[in-house]
């Protein structure tokens, strides 16, 4: 069983709508949840860390993260093709870090 | 977050040869990392770099393959050698944020790599 599993899209939304990406993770002793955004041809920028169950909102996105289910998501708002990436969840796990395959978003003008 | 620069941004190489990869950080760091990512692949952890130790390889990598170096706390090197097709990649070193506990990793701009 892998340690974080994501949907590998591509998820595609028209603009201005609400984009949902999810994760699950194997372990429950994992402490810290990251998603990354990672455009084509370059490298991965963190965008949202969530620690604690619930929301945690910056801006357009918000992460969400439930311990008991082992589920950790990543909504943005307001859509816009700039957000068009790939998106990767990574699992800090006894501090060691684990990355899901990534899920493609396409946002549609 | 650290600011990281490596160096070559990319470079293509002729099969048995060896390429040296560098990845300097504007600040000291305890833990540097390094990954492969392969064409439409997620991220594979090639070994974690601490200064002043060997470095700790993942399983399927080897010292021989990728050795590494960490002379200090802000700059670390990762050796492809041998190179052949199948190493075509892209390379990317990262560093852990400060955030205690929880603590971030950070890439680098990454370095692609093309083997004849």
């Known amino acids: 069983q892998k340690e974080v599993e994501q949907n590998s899209g591509p998820l595609s939304v028209p603009e201005g709508a609400i984009a949902s990406l999810n994760c699950t993770y194997s372990?429950?002793?994992?402490?810290?949840f990251f998603w990354y955004r990672q455009y084509s041809g370059k490298s991965p920028e963190l965008i949202m860390s969530i620690y604690s169950n619930g929301d945690k909102e910056d801006g357009r996105f918000t992460a969400q993260l439930n311990k008991a289910s082992q589920y950790v998501s990543l909504l943005i708002r307001d859509s816009q093709p700039s957000d068009s990436a790939t998106y990767l969840c990574?699992?800090?796990?006894?501090?060691?870090?684990?990355f899901g395959t990534g899920t493609s978003l396409t946002v549609i003008p | 977050s650290a600011v990281i620069s490596q160096k070559p941004s990319r470079d293509i190489c002729q099969r048995g040869t060896s390429l040296t990869i560098q990845c300097q950080v504007d600040s000291q760091v305890t833990m540097m990392f390094w990954y492969r990512q392969q064409p439409g692949q997620s991220l594979t952890l090639i070994a974690t770099a601490n200064q002043g130790s060997e470095a700790t390889y993942e399983s399927g990598f080897v010292i021989d393959k990728f050795p590494i170096s960490r002379p200090n706390l802000t700059f670390s090197t990762l050796t492809v050698s041998n190179m052949s097709p199948e190493d075509s990649s892209i390379y990317l070193c990262?560093?852990?944020?400060?955030?205690?506990?929880?603590?971030?990793?950070?890439f680098g701009p990454g370095t692609r790599l093309t083997v004849l």
């Open positions: 990574a699992v800090n796990t006894l501090n060691q870090f684990y």
């Open positions: 372990d429950r002793v994992s402490q810290s």
């Open positions: 990262s560093v852990e944020g400060s955030g205690g506990t929880y603590n971030e990793q950070f």
